[in-house]
């Protein structure tokens, strides 16, 4: 149990264009989804958090729209990072809390989205 | 700002070898977790100690937590290759989950 999903799991864009990102959770009810951006050989750095049916918390330095994020149901997430450029290559991490009950402080993590833009 | 760091920041043993991992943090926890990432890969979550528990083992990991020194550390033993990966020190102090800078473990079999 406790599986999240990311799709896809790898994308090449061309500068200005925008890249949309999902995040599942497949078996569990998520209130609360996170989003991380990790650049090469160093550790995670929480980019927003976000609430089904609410906007979401953006941590200070980033750019709320350049990073789009919608939290439309309770097992869904999006990341729109719009008008990409070179700068915005990262590996795009999402994670995601259970509703209630059960191990609420673990989360659990996607595989990951590696984001390059030529 | 960086809750953890993680030291060391890489290290290589050899298989059969006890590998351990030090993490510190600056401000008061709820709990801390240790998280595994193989290369370019999402996280797999290992432990869990609450900020009331001095030490937790789960297989072949022992996490002891320090609260008066802020530190915690990872210990895997009987290491094999496929403990090959970056492991990451987690801090939970409200709804945020901070991460720490990572160690890179190499077991050389």
């Known amino acids: 149990g406790a599986v999240v999903s990311q799709h896809p799991s790898r994308v090449i864009c061309k500068s200005g264009t925008s890249v949309k990102i999902e995040c599942r959770s497949l078996?569990?009810?998520?209130?609360?989804m996170f989003w991380y951006r990790q650049f090469p050989k160093k550790s995670l750095m929480l980019m927003a958090t976000?609430?089904?049916?609410?906007?979401?918390?953006?941590e200070q330095g980033v750019e709320k729209d350049k990073f789009l994020i919608n939290h439309a149901s309770l097992t869904l997430s999006t990341l729109t990072v719009t008008s990409a450029h070179p700068e915005d290559s990262s590996f795009y991490i999402c994670?995601?809390?259970?509703?209630?009950?059960?191990?609420?402080?673990?989360?659990?993590f996607g595989p990951g989205t590696r984001l390059t833009v030529l | 700002s960086q809750q953890g760091e993680e030291d060391p920041q890489a290290l290589s043993i050899q298989e059969g070898e006890n590998a351990t991992m030090n993490c510190s943090y600056k401000?008061?926890?709820?709990?801390l977790q240790w998280y595994r990432q193989n290369s370019g890969r999402g996280l797999v979550h290992l432990i869990l100690?609450?900020?009331?528990?001095r030490e937790k083992h789960s297989g072949r990991l022992r996490v002891t937590l320090d609260t008066s020194k802020k530190s915690s550390s990872l210990l895997i033993t009987a290491s094999r290759a496929a403990d090959t990966a970056s492991y990451f020190c987690?801090?939970?102090?409200?709804?945020?989950?901070?991460f720490g800078t990572g160690t890179r473990l190499t077991i050389i079999p």
């Open positions: 994670s995601a809390k259970s509703l209630a009950g059960w191990d609420t402080d673990t989360q659990y």
């Open positions: 078996d569990f009810q998520a209130t609360t």
């Open positions: 976000s609430n089904e049916g609410s906007k979401a918390t953006y």
């Open positions: 401000t008061s926890i709820n709990n």
């Open positions: 100690i609450r900020s009331n528990e």
């Open positions: 987690a801090t939970r102090g409200n709804e945020k989950l901070t």
